[in-house]
Nanobody
Framework: HVQLQASRPGLVKPSQTLSLTCTLS??????????WNWIRQPAGKELEWMGV???????YNSPSLKSRNSIARDTSNNQFTLQLVSVTPEDTAVYYC??????????????????WGQGTQVTVSS
C-alpha cells in the first residue's frame, strides 16, 4: 500500500509554503511503472487533482494552481514530494497521494487511481 507521511505539521500560516512527502511502501519502486499523483479535497467539495510525477520523472501540474505547486521525487528514500507556495485559507484540505497505472491529467474520479495514501489534513490559518 502507499503510505503518506506529512513532512510538516498540519497547520500552515498564510503566505507560507506547504510541504508534503509521500513515502512508498516496499511493494513499490518510485522509478518503476506508476504515475505518482497529488490530490486534495477541501471540506464539502470534490477531489481536486493537483499534479503528477511519472516513473521517468516527467511532471505535470494543474493549471488551476497557477504554477504554485511543484512535485519532485527522492529515489534514495522512495518518496515523492509536493510543495505549494503562497498558501491561502482556500488551500485548506485533506491532501492525498495516489498511484495510477496510467497518466491521468485533471481527473477527480477516485476510481481511476489504483492506490491511495490515507490522507492528511492541512489547515491554512493565521
Amino acid at each position: 500500500h502507499v503510505q503518506l507521511q506529512a513532512s510538516r505539521p498540519g497547520l500552515v500560516k498564510p503566505s507560507q509554503t506547504l510541504s508534503l512527502t509521500c513515502t512508498l511502501s516496499a511493494a513499490f519502486i518510485i522509478t518503476v511503472y506508476y504515475y505518482w499523483n497529488w490530490i486534495r479535497q477541501p471540506a464539502g467539495k470534490e477531489l481536486e487533482w493537483m499534479g503528477v510525477i511519472s516513473y521517468s520523472c516527467s511532471t505535470y501540474n494543474s493549471p488551476s494552481l497557477k504554477s504554485r505547486n511543484s512535485i519532485a521525487r527522492d529515489t534514495s528514500n522512495n518518496q515523492f514530494t509536493l510543495q505549494l507556495v503562497s498558501v491561502t485559507p482556500e488551500d485548506t484540505a485533506v491532501y492525498y497521494c495516489a498511484a495510477s497505472k496510467r497518466l491521468i491529467l485533471g481527473e477527480s474520479n477516485k476510481y481511476l487511481y489504483d492506490y491511495w495514501g490515507q490522507g492528511t489534513q492541512v489547515t491554512v490559518s493565521s
